[in-house]
């Protein structure tokens, strides 16, 4: 059996370009799930973590639990002493299954006066049963419908299972005119018309390099059934090859708009921006030097496709830039790249 799903469309626009000022180092507090699109019937895994030596097993769940039910907690601590300074975090894991459908904004938590930012879930209905004789199923499904030239288009495929396998292998992903990166695997149960299914999830982004039509080609998943689950009168014995194909997918890729005014094209979800200063302008002496840094981070991009940040010309002082800090991080969106772009300058 397989399935494809369509979410909504990203917005490529331009949505935030903000200048922020350099913080000041705080302890933090952070509140992450590893999905944030989830089924009633799933489990998912929240983990509030701090930087210094609060617990955030202390921390208030009263408002979690209106949500959602508390399956399993466990509790960690890493230490580690770095230029001869020791530094402790604490971690607290939760596995929880949602009580309640909708979207909905799970409040900050907060452990001896620090907090965490709020978290927006959303839960979907209970995913539709399987037939009763099936013991595998494996689906591809694509965030949109359609995407821009060099946006990013993320495929996700899903693996259900309701008996244990080994050698558990899916075929490589190749696409042709596109840039393939891996973002990563995560596991979770699933309970379906009162049915336990583990399901393994592998998603990747995909960047068309070329407008028209790209193809997902189909993709297979084979496995054997273990011997750990057979008993006597099982109709399948040890050792069976299973294996499940995908449809191939095809979707549209639109080209770079007409009328777009700009030269530099950035098909992100999000654009933000952040300068930095090391010192005060204002207090500059003839023969001091000051650092301007310039971050640039796309959603929904890699990092080698933004821009520099340009030059910088100010009477009295020569501009020395340094060699660009170029990288990607993944998450549950998908790519974020990040430029970042130092310009020493010296009065003079």
């Given at each position: ?9 990203l ?44 617990d955030?097993g202390?921390?208030?769940l ?25 530094a ?11 009580r309640l459908?909708g979207?909905?904004v ?7 006066g ?6 927006s ?13 099936q013991l595998?199923?494996?689906e ?16 996700t ?27 990563g ?10 049915r ?15 407008s ?6 189909e993709?297979?998943?084979s496995?054997?059934?273990s ?8 109709s ?8 499940r ?11 770079r708009p ?9 098909p992100?979800?999000?654009?933000s921006?952040?300068?930095?200063w ?8 003839i023969?001091d ?8 981070t ?24 340094d ?24 009065a003079?």
């Amino acid at each position: 059996m397989q399935a494809t799903r369509f979410g909504k469309p990203l917005t490529y626009l331009l949505t935030a370009f903000c200048i922020l000022l350099s913080p000041v180092a705080a302890a933090k507090l952070s509140a992450t799930l590893d999905r944030y699109t989830i089924a009633m019937g799933d489990t998912v895994r929240l983990t509030l973590a701090s930087d210094d030596n609060r617990d955030p097993g202390n921390a208030d769940l009263n408002e979690l639990e209106k949500r959602f039910e508390i399956l399993q907690r466990s509790s960690s601590v890493r230490t580690e002493i770095v230029n001869g300074q020791r530094a402790q975090s604490r971690e607290l894991t939760l596995e929880l299954t949602p009580r309640l459908q909708g979207s909905f904004v799970i409040p900050p938590f907060e452990v001896d006066g620090i907090r965490s930012e709020a978290l927006s879930v959303t839960v979907g209905p209970e995913p539709k049963g399987q037939a009763s004789d099936q013991l595998v199923v494996f689906e591809a499904e694509l965030d949109q419908e359609s995407v821009y030239v060099q946006g990013q288009l993320i495929l996700t495929l899903r693996i259900q299972q309701s008996v244990n396998l080994d050698s558990p292998s899916i075929t490589d992903l190749t696409i042709e005119n596109a840039y393939v990166e891996t973002l990563g695997q995560n596991s979770f149960q699933r309970t379906i018309d009162g049915r336990p299914w583990l399901v393994r999830e592998l998603r990747y982004a995909i960047f068309p390099e070329s407008s028209g039509e790209l193809l997902v080609p189909e993709q297979t998943f084979s496995g054997r059934l273990s011997s750990g689950r057979w008993r006597l009168f099982d109709s399948m014995p040890p050792g069976r090859l299973i294996r499940r194909q995908t449809a191939e997918l095809r979707v549209p890729v639109r080209p770079r708009p007409s009328d777009f005014p700009g030269t530099t094209w950035l098909p992100a979800s999000k654009l933000s921006i952040e300068e930095r200063w090391s010192a005060p302008l204002d207090s500059l002496r003839i023969g001091d030097s000051v650092t301007r840094t310039i971050t640039l981070t796309g959603e929904g991009l890699q990092g080698a496709q933004l821009p520099p940040a340009g030059e910088i010309t100010i009477d009295g002082l020569r501009s020395y830039p340094d060699q660009p800090s170029i990288s990607n991080v993944t998450g549950e969106r998908g790519i974020s790249g990040i430029r970042t772009d130092n310009v020493a300058l010296v009065a003079g």
